[in-house]
Every structure is written in structure tokens, then in C-alpha cells.
């Protein structure tokens, strides 16, 4: 009889089955994936302007956080430095700052959002005084087509 018991038992054994519940891995990944929605344009700094489109393809990305100065089509400078980014600061206080910043970071992209309303002699001497304030190139951004 012993042998009959033994035979039961051992079909009775189930097997175990490793799976992994991936359902709370999903639940993380939804809300990592919102997180990064929500704050991803809030890390896009500087005024709001109407970038003119250009097919050129977008630069590599740099390791410093870049310098930029907007040109709204009034006419007005800002940068995205200070504890008030979003007020007009004067052109010879611009490239003051860019000064300072270029010399305890020389490596940081210098990169300049102008309206496509503004005149294109604006842009160039803007760009012009970023260069004689230490910027060894200075970027336009433009939006794709």
C-alpha cells in the first residue's frame, strides 16, 4: 500500500511556474512617461517668438546648458539668465553677462532665438556683439518645416 500513496502524491505535485507580474513595471513606466510629458517643456527656457523654419538639421547635443538670448519682434532682448528671465534686458547688459558666464564656462553653446519679423541687420549685430563678448560661434535656432 505504501507504493500506491507514494504513486498518488507524486501526479498530485503541480509544477511551479516562474513568471514575472510585469503589471506593476507597466504602472511605473506610465507614470515615469507622464512625468517626463508634463516637464518636458518646462525645461525649454526663453521667450516665446516665431522662429523662422530652416530644413537644417539639429545640432549635436552639448554638454553645458546653453546661453540664450531671444529677440522679440518689438525689438527687445532677453536671456535666459537671472532670476527674471521673461523681463527685456538691454543689449551692453546681455553681453556683459555672456562675459562672465564665458569666462568660467568658455565651452557654453551661445545660442540666439530671433523673431522672423526682425530685420536680419538686427540678428547680425546682435550676433556681433555676442562674438566681441567672448562667444567664439553663435547658434540660430529655427524650427523644421
Same mark, same amino acid.
Given at each position: +500500500?505504501?507504493?500506491?500513496? !507514494?504513486?498518488?502524491?507524486?501526479?498530485?505535485?503541480?509544477? *511551479?511556474? !516562474?513568471?514575472?507580474?510585469?503589471?506593476?513595471?507597466?504602472?511605473?513606466?506610465?507614470?515615469?512617461?507622464?512625468?517626463? +510629458?508634463?516637464?518636458?517643456? *518646462? *525645461? +525649454?527656457?526663453?521667450? @516665446?517668438?516665431?522662429?523662422?523654419?530652416?530644413?537644417?538639421?539639429?545640432?549635436?547635443?552639448?554638454?553645458? @546648458? $546653453?546661453?540664450?538670448?531671444?529677440?522679440?519682434?518689438?525689438?527687445?532682448?532677453?536671456?535666459?539668465?537671472?532670476?527674471?528671465?521673461?523681463? $527685456?534686458?538691454? *543689449?551692453?547688459?546681455?553681453?556683459?553677462?555672456?562675459?562672465?558666464?564665458?569666462?568660467?564656462?568658455?565651452?557654453?553653446?551661445?545660442?540666439?532665438?530671433?523673431?522672423?519679423?526682425?530685420?536680419?541687420?538686427?540678428?547680425?549685430?546682435? +550676433?556681433?556683439?555676442?562674438?566681441? !563678448?567672448?562667444?567664439?560661434?553663435?547658434?540660430?535656432?529655427? @524650427? !523644421? $518645416?
Amino acid at each position: +500500500m505504501s507504493g500506491f500513496h !507514494a504513486g498518488r502524491r507524486a501526479g498530485r505535485r503541480r509544477k *511551479l511556474i !516562474a513568471e514575472i507580474n510585469v503589471v506593476p513595471y507597466i504602472d511605473v513606466t506610465l507614470v515615469l512617461l507622464i512625468v517626463f +510629458m508634463v516637464t518636458a517643456p *518646462l *525645461l +525649454m527656457q526663453g521667450v @516665446e517668438v516665431e522662429l523662422p523654419q530652416s530644413p537644417a538639421s539639429p545640432i549635436d547635443g552639448e554638454r553645458d @546648458e $546653453p546661453l540664450i538670448v531671444s529677440l522679440k519682434a518689438d525689438g527687445s532682448y532677453y536671456i535666459n539668465l537671472g532670476a527674471e528671465p521673461d523681463s $527685456p534686458v538691454p *543689449l551692453d547688459r546681455i553681453t556683459r553677462q555672456v562675459t562672465k558666464v564665458l569666462k568660467q564656462k568658455p565651452k557654453t553653446p551661445v545660442l540666439v532665438w530671433g523673431d522672423k519679423k526682425i530685420p536680419y541687420g538686427e540678428v547680425v549685430s546682435l +550676433m556681433s556683439a555676442l562674438q566681441g !563678448a567672448g562667444a567664439a560661434s553663435v547658434g540660430l535656432v529655427t @524650427e !523644421a $518645416p
